[in-house]
Structures are given as C-alpha cells and as structure tokens.
C-alpha cells in the first residue's frame, strides 16, 4: 500500500489510469484501526487490478481538508482521477468495500 501526503498525492491518485482505493485512517481510531487488516487483505486480493493507498489523517491534515475528509474512516474509490464513491464512519466496511471493488474493477 501506498503512503499518501500533499507532495505525492496529485501524481499517485489524480493523474493514475485506472481505480485507486485512498483509506484515510488515524492511530487514535479504533474503527480504522479495526478495518486496517480487512483492507490489507484486500489489497492482496484485488491488488493487480486497484492501487490501494491509505493517508495518515493525523499527519496529512491540510489533504484531509482538501479531499473534504472530515471524519474517520473514509474510503475512497478513484477512476482515472475523478472520485466516483466513498464510504464513511459506519458504512466503511470490509464487504462494502469489497462490493465496490468488484463493482469498479
């Protein structure tokens, strides 16, 4: 998985062909914290058809108020740089996620 911040952002998601999955988490948020190994396995699993990146919210503040990330967790689904879902607080889970990776990939 791919660590995201303001400098690499742009190059690794918006200018990507293709779908990418941005997880935006926090150390302090139990339920990121929980659904973190979910969306690892996934990444293994779908990972030759999706780029799976995740942002450190607590360290990438001013990109989590660009991407209107005001909550944890957040999932999003990019497609050729335009964010076409996402998935929040209590809708952010392991078959929601895996329902539209299949959907998008």
């Not at 699993?45 to 990109?63: I, M, P, T």
């Not at 005001?70 to 607080?89: C, D, H, R, S, Y």
């Amino acid at each position: 998985m791919i660590e995201l911040n303001k400098e690499n952002f742009d190059a690794e998601v918006v200018q990507h062909q293709g779908v990418v999955l941005v997880d935006y988490w926090g150390p302090k948020c139990e339920h990121c914290m929980a659904l973190m190994p979910d969306v690892e396995e996934l990444a293994s699993k779908y990972g030759d058809k999706v780029k799976f990146a995740k942002v450190n919210a607590s360290e990438n503040r001013r990109l989590c108020i660009a991407q209107k990330v005001l909550g944890l967790p957040v999932i999003q689904f990019w497609v050729n740089g335009e964010k076409v879902a996402e998935l929040t607080k209590d809708d952010a889970t392991r078959d929601n996620i895996e329902a539209k990776l299949k959907e998008l990939a």
